[in-house]
């Protein structure tokens, strides 16, 4: 399934009509957004969507500075330090392996490399806007070794998607829990219905709540 290309949170954008669009829609949360003052997060355009997923696979659940290690290892193998699905999938395990990553973590990115060679994964970013939200959610998810969350992550930070709720993510509940007063974390549930107030610039709300959970740190 295709869709027209999908509005992007790319440079040059201005967030003040939509932070009002989003108080407007609901005046708690926009209480919440003015003590934060102004927060933007915009999308990174540069890399392909392998290399993207390549980088988010081998940082899963590992400390910035042990990934950054690892990944460059990895890159290590391959001409120019630059690793291509083909490259990827003709190299042995045991040189990844050795390189760092973990047995899950090899059999995911020659997962992804196969993925990307037989057209399951678009080759290039423009090719992954022409998709809609759903369409990458199944493709990506389809790799072995990545989550919604890692996919969610994807859509905000690499296509800059405008409606986008990481509701199981737990500086969003977090973030959550402040704007709203409440002594717990949300569920998703709770999160997802709340945030249904906030469409079609859900991307956005969330860049205010992952503020609120860091104390107010503006961007």
Do not use: N
């Amino acid at each position: 399934m295709t869709a027209m290309p999908a509005p992007t949170l790319h440079p040059p954008f201005d967030p003040a009509p939509v932070v009002a669009e989003l108080a407007a829609a609901d005046p708690e949360l926009g209480r919440a957004m003015r003590r934060v003052g102004p927060v933007v997060r915009l999308a990174a355009s540069r890399g392909t969507p392998f290399d993207a997923l390549l980088r988010s696979i081998v940082y899963q659940q590992l400390s910035g500075k042990a990934a950054g290690t690892i990944l460059g290892r990895v890159c290590a193998l391959f001409p120019k330090s630059r690793p291509t699905p083909i490259g990827l999938a003709a190299t042995a395990p045991d040189l990844l392996r050795a390189a760092g990553l973990s047995r899950a973590k090899t059999l995911a990115v020659h997962d992804l490399a196969a993925k990307t060679l037989d057209g399951t994964i678009p080759r290039t970013t423009a090719g992954m806007h022409r998709l809609d939200e759903e369409e990458i959610i199944a493709r990506l998810t389809a790799v072995r070794g990545v989550g919604r969350w890692t996919v969610e992550m994807f859509l905000m930070f690499r296509l800059g998607r405008p409606d986008v709720l990481p509701a199981t993510d737990l500086g969003i509940q977090k973030g959550f829990a402040v704007a709203f007063g409440k002594r717990k974390l949300p569920m998703p549930a709770q999160l997802l219905r709340r945030g249904e107030r906030w469409r079609p610039w859900r991307t956005v709300a969330s860049w205010y709540l992952w503020a609120l959970a860091e104390g107010g740190t503006r961007d």
